[in-house]
């Protein structure tokens, strides 16, 4: 079981993530465990207070570093403790399939102007979802929550389903069709109609690296590269001085065709 301890003062807001869909099924089969806990039981006050004015003034208010500990005091010891902020690393797939491996993980979700500084002494890790800011961590803790628990096994219904996500291949993911074969003048791709096990994972693996080279062009360094891949690079429009910048291999080497022997009886002229 791989149990998540969010410390927040709106456990509320986390808890239906934790109890519907495939999340809540997981919590219920006793795969993942979702450990909700309000900083302020923690407060050390009868007003349940967590917070106070900044020093050196200012607006907004700061949660007290003693509360946190208090709360982190209050748990079993955890793999990572990691305090979301717009100062923290990227939050990636990478990191989630990182965090999927472990069994204990805490997480502060700050509020208001942040928790007091000293806090950064008492995690592991610092992450970020995104250059932006948002009104507290629990936005990001849900995100953490369901990149990291699918990941889980048993967690989906389909063991190999997270395999070919986003990112998770190092490309963007192909695009997906269902009923009806047909919508509005659009059609379902014949490739995908046909049976063709190999030419279906030949199709898929050509539209996510062109997905990938119009919209996340970044990935491809990282991607892993065939020289398969190499190849249809190029016939997107890629040169070959991008694919050597991206560390990518040369595609195969075009066959070279025999010619035929000569049928004609030895010094006979043909």
């Not at 990149?147 to 889980?152: E, H, I, K, T």
């Amino acid at each position: 079981m791989l149990t998540f301890s969010f410390l927040t003062l709106f456990p509320e807001l986390l808890a239906p993530f934790a109890s519907e869909a495939i999340l809540g099924k997981a919590a219920a089969r006793g795969l993942i465990h979702v450990n909700l806990v309000n900083m302020r039981d923690f407060s050390g006050n009868k007003h349940a207070k967590v917070d106070d004015t900044p020093y050196g003034g200012g607006a907004g208010m700061v949660i007290r570093v003693d509360v946190a500990e208090r709360a982190l005091s209050s748990l079993p010891p955890a793999d990572e403790v990691i305090l979301f902020t717009p100062a923290g690393e990227p939050f990636t797939q990478r990191t989630a399939e990182e965090f999927s491996t472990r069994t204990h993980l805490a997480f502060l979700c700050g509020r208001y102007e942040g928790f007091d500084a000293r806090v950064e002494r008492l995690v592991t890790r610092e992450l970020s979802v995104g250059d932006f800011v948002t009104m507290g961590g629990e936005a990001a803790a849900v995100c953490v929550l369901e990149a990291v628990a699918r990941l889980r096994p048993g967690v989906l219904g389909d063991e190999d389903s997270h395999r070919a996500d986003s990112f998770s291949s190092g490309l963007l993911d192909y695009p997906e069709y269902t009923r009806p074969p047909e919508w509005r003048g659009q059609s379902v791709p014949e490739v995908l109609k046909g049976g063709n096990h190999g030419a279906v994972a030949t199709w898929r693996r050509q539209q996510a690296l062109a997905r990938t080279l119009a919209r996340r062009p970044d990935l491809l360094p990282a991607a892993g590269l065939t020289p398969q891949d190499s190849a249809h690079l190029l016939t997107l429009g890629v040169t070959t001085e991008q694919l050597a910048g991206w560390g990518a291999p040369p595609p195969p080497a075009p066959k070279r065709t025999r010619r035929p022997r000569s049928t004609a009886a030895p010094g006979t002229e043909e």
